[in-house]
């Protein structure tokens, strides 16, 4: 079983950055592809953002792309997802995921484990 706790949200104006991390309580964590997926009231939950079990591959959907940066420490067992240029579009709670394997995918269904959700709100 793996637990992971974000951390990082908050209320921002647009044009802000937030940093998200998620710590995860495993040995194993470099043996996970991690995701960033985030559900907005009324939407489906998405993935904007996953990463490798060594960082070296990222995807990142076309609405971050350029904005959004994911990247983790093994180390430390924590991803993150850098956030800049935010939009009152990317308000949102925020959900880390882990897959088992060590490569991502874009389909929820495909994460093994999630946490808790962080809320994202980016006012105008």
């Known amino acids: 079983q793996v637990q992971l706790v974000e951390s990082g949200g908050g209320l921002v104006q647009a044009g802000d950055s937030l940093r998200l991390s998620c710590a995860a309580s495993?040995?194993?964590?470099?043996?996970?592809?991690m995701g960033w997926f985030r559900q907005a009231p009324g939407k489906e939950r998405e993935c904007v953002a996953a990463?490798?079990?060594?960082?070296?591959?990222?995807y990142y959907a076309d609405s971050v792309k350029g904005r959004f940066t994911i990247s983790r420490d093994n180390a430390k067992n924590t991803v993150y997802l850098q956030m800049n240029s935010l939009k009152p579009e990317d308000t949102a709670v925020y959900y880390c995921?882990?897959?088992?394997?060590?490569?991502?995918?874009?389909?929820?269904?495909?994460?093994?484990?999630w946490g808790q959700g962080t809320q994202v709100t980016v006012s105008s």
């Open positions: 990463i490798n079990w060594n960082g070296g591959r990222t």
């Open positions: 995921a882990a897959r088992g394997g060590g490569y991502y995918s874009i389909r929820k269904s495909e994460y093994d484990y």
């Open positions: 495993t040995r194993t964590f470099s043996s996970y592809a």
